[in-house]
């Protein structure tokens, strides 16, 4: 299958300050690359799709300016937490699905904790 | 927007016994429907899908049977081995745009 990385693979972060996770498609160019918020044993929550040069899609309900969506190229996304806050602590996963195909493969996640 | 359900929450299995996971979708539109295999802390890895136009597909242990008048499909594992214990997450979506809806999890525990 196609590998999707991210990083970092976890990060601590003082309440107020920024994070910026990345997810980067290493053997395929990610048309299509969704982010999820996972909380301890719970299912994933998907909170936006962004398209490869526009503008990120969310889902209701998650803050379009407190979770930035970047998909400036077709192997990378990133997401930017900000002022982030200890409710904020999840991890966050994401996804990648090539043009033409269904299966979307996803990154190892990233377990962030705000103190 | 599509809403999935999924039971149960837990399932404990003895070594070689089957499991049943069960889940029911409710946008009709949804033509995508694929299971995940979770271990802790670790990527959802995909184990197997469905399309709307198959009722059943199979892939050694692993099985999966969509009713789409029900509006629902179900993960079957035959001959269940400890490996097998994880979470198991079922997903429904319309496969042209890629977004899933994921179901809430199932705790597969496999004991010896």
């Known amino acids: 299958g196609a590998v999707v990385s991210q990083h970092p693979s976890w990060v601590i972060c003082k309440s107020g300050t920024s994070v910026k996770i990345e997810c980067r498609s290493l053997d395929f160019q990610a048309t299509t690359m969704f982010w999820y918020r996972q909380f301890p044993k719970q299912s994933l929550m998907l909170m936006a799709t962004s398209n490869e040069g526009s503008k990120a899609t969310y889902e209701q309900g998650v803050e379009k300016d407190k979770f930035l969506i970047n998909h400036a190229s077709l192997t990378l996304s990133t997401l930017t937490v900000t002022s982030a806050h200890p409710e904020d602590s999840s991890f966050y996963i994401c996804?990648?699905?090539?043009?033409?195909?269904?299966?979307?493969?996803f990154g190892q996640g990233t377990r962030l904790t705000v103190v | 927007g599509e809403n999935v359900e999924q039971h149960p929450s837990t399932l404990s299995v003895q070594e070689g016994d089957s499991a049943v996971i069960k889940c029911t979708y409710s946008d009709s539109a949804s033509n995508y429907f694929p299971w995940y295999k979770q271990e802790l802390g670790k990527r959802p890895q995909l184990i197997i899908d469905i399309r709307s136009n198959v009722g059943e597909k199979k892939d050694q242990r692993i099985a999966v049977t969509l009713n789409k008048t029900a509006k629902h499909f179900s993960l079957h594992i035959t001959e269940t081995q400890p490996e097998d214990s994880a979470v198991y997450f079922c997903a429904a979506g319309i496969d042209s745009w890629g977004k899933l809806q994921f179901g809430s999890g199932t705790q597969v525990v496999v004991t010896p």
């Open positions: 996804s990648a699905r090539g043009a033409g195909h269904t299966e979307a493969f």
